[in-house]
């Protein structure tokens, strides 16, 4: 059998875990479901949330080709796109600033001095009531239930058992969905906190760029003033946007760190 050597990078933003492949060569096999799963396996391969090759386009810095952890095509990942671009940087392509491609559409990003990634994420149409899982639903380029729970009962949930079961519910059972439990602050500055299963990962994640991007807009209609800070397991985000009396969002930008965890090889087949 003959093997070659794939080089990665690991990034994580807020905990949310990634294998950084910089295919401007155009040469990963993306219909290789089972190589992708195997890389993001965390006994097996690399270990991580999703992978993600950075590809050249004629229309834009970059493109962004995110995989779950499953293996398949995923749809857009905030985390993702905020350490993509901290990557499209570390290897030159871009300086301080980017247009690039994702699944959902073009976005644009920023990043400061101190690391910090500003993505701008697609505009929302709104919120719908969800009075089967006493939730609101949004896509924010990924599908996410948003479900408020009850003070300081956060920590001590569940997630995986009601996520899935959610997620593999008779409601979202076309495509399923994410799920996140919110627990709102327990004071004026005090963080809204936040846990998320995520499809195509199937278990709770440390973080979710979308999912806290859906948890800020829900929260808006809760009397949360953007930017909205917001705390995961892996760590805080804050998102900030423009409501609309119609119910929409503009202008919705997700901010938090972006880290370069390690770098290598590994043998593919």
Avoid at 41 to 62: Q, S, V
């Amino acid at each position: 059998m003959t093997t070659t050597q794939l080089s990665f990078f690991k990034y994580q933003g807020t905990g949310n875990d990634f294998v950084m492949v910089d295919d401007r060569a155009n040469q990963f096999d993306a219909a290789n479901h089972q190589l992708v799963h195997r890389l993001c396996d965390r006994r097996r391969g690399i270990g991580a949330d999703g992978l993600i090759l950075l590809r050249l386009h004629p229309e834009y810095d970059f493109e962004m080709v995110y995989f779950n952890a499953d293996g398949h095509l995923g749809s857009m990942c905030g985390n993702g796109g905020r350490c993509t671009v901290a990557f499209a940087r570390q290897v030159g392509v871009i300086d301080a600033t980017a247009r690039f491609l994702a699944a959902d559409g073009p976005h644009e990003a920023s990043i400061d001095a101190d690391g910090t990634v500003h993505l701008r994420m697609q505009d929302v149409a709104g919120q719908e009531e969800v009075a089967a899982h006493d939730g609101v639903f949004l896509n924010t380029g990924s599908p996410h239930l948003v479900r408020f729970l009850p003070a300081e009962s956060l920590a001590a949930f569940n997630v995986f058992a009601e996520g899935r079961a959610v997620r593999y519910g008779a409601l979202y059972a076309d495509k399923g969905t994410n799920v996140n439990f919110v627990e709102e602050p327990s004071a004026p500055d005090a963080p809204w906190q936040v846990r998320t299963y995520e499809r195509g990962v199937e278990d709770e994640t440390q973080s979710c760029g979308t999912g806290v991007t859906a948890v800020a807009l829900a929260a808006s209609r809760r009397g949360a003033s953007s930017p909205v800070h917001l705390r995961t397991p892996g760590g805080d985000l804050r998102v900030g946007f423009q409501s609309h009396p119609d119910g929409s969002f503009t202008d919705i930008y997700l901010s938090g760190p972006a880290t370069r965890v390690f770098d290598g090889t590994i043998e593919i087949a």
